[in-house]
């Protein structure tokens, strides 16, 4: 496989699982599944979910370890030290804001424990979600492109990965406007989605999200 190929399957495979993450994430196939199946669904949704993203993100991956295609810039050291670091802190980051909206709940694993319709979601607008509405996605976005080797299919993937964080954000925005209402609105209008803006940071207020 050329480098074309590569960077190019790269992206159809980004695409492909973007729009079945997508889908899977929607209100509308939450509710058809639990038509289907019942109070069980509302126990072992979340915890699929996430174990069907996590298994058709691996392919998705494979495809630069196998294929990395041409580098097109290595950053020397002692800057990809700094490369690096701010790749473990972002990933730090990441398990920060899981912990911040409850993380078995994040998991879907107090669902399977608890009540068929417990645990409910409440809007988180503390900690890191004080600073942008979105921060594991900000994270995300800081981890790949911290990254200090760049090669052509990496570069595709990242490109791919990037928009679909930021197209995913919005559809997000829209779940959570249905189910938070005029609450989230207002965390709309006070923080930033993804970028942190000094002049936009928010007040603490009492949590009340995911």
Known sequence: MNAVSAATLAVLATVAYAALHSLLASLGAK?????????????IY?????????????????????EPGPVLYRIPSPLSWLFLAGQATAAVLIVIGI???DAWHFLGLRQVVGPARGAESKL???????????PL????????WLTPVMTTTLLALFLSLSLYLYVGSYFEERRL???????YADYQRRVPRLIPLPARVSTPRRPTRL
């Open 31 to 43: 509710a058809n599944a639990r038509r289907l199946f019942g109070p069980l669904s509302d126990r």
């Open 46 to 66: 979340r915890l699929g979910y996430n174990v069907i993203g996590a298994v058709t993100l691996l392919p998705v991956l494979a495809i630069p370890a196998l």
């Open 99 to 101: 912990l911040h909206t």
């Open 124 to 134: 988180v607008t503390t900690g890191l979600y004080r600073y942008v509405r979105h």
């Open 137 to 144: 996605y900000t994270a995300g976005l800081l981890f790949l």
């Open 177 to 183: 406007l249905a189910e938070f209402g005029d609450a």
